[in-house]
């Protein structure tokens, strides 16, 4: 079992930068893929990136390649996911969700997910 919490969510203005956080407990975080993902009202859930689990491989959206960075350390079992350049159709509730191995795009292999984080990039 392994449970998330995501944190450094808030409200920016456009072109601003936020840093979003999820630590993950238990001691077999290196074994998980991890992944962001959003969902925004009345959208369904949306890949934002994602990232192998010793940290090799990325893969992003396209709405968010070269604006926003994923990376982890497993030593403090937490993934980031640093956003710059934000606009405002990047409003949403942003979670991360672990899967064991593989890093995917598609959220139905992602075992464990956090409650969510709120992300508002007001023009």
């Known amino acids: 079992q392994v449970q998330l919490v995501e944190s450094g969510g808030g409200s920016v203005q456009t072109g601003a930068s936020l840093r979003l956080s999820c630590v993950a407990s238990g001691r077999t975080f290196s074994r998980y893929a991890m992944g962001w993902f959003r969902q925004a009202p009345g959208t369904e859930r949306e890949f934002v990136a994602t990232i192998s689990e010793a940290g090799l491989f990325t893969y992003y959206a396209d709405s968010v390649k070269g604006r926003f960075t994923i990376s982890r350390d497993n030593a403090k079992n937490t993934v980031y996911l640093q956003m710059n350049s934000l606009k405002p159709e990047d409003t949403a509730v942003y979670y991360c969700?672990?899967?064991?191995?593989?890093?995917?795009?598609?959220?139905?292999?992602?075992?464990?997910w956090g409650q969510g984080t709120q992300v508002t990039v007001s023009s």
């Open positions: 969700a672990a899967k064991p191995s593989s890093y995917s795009r598609s959220k139905n292999e992602y075992d464990y």
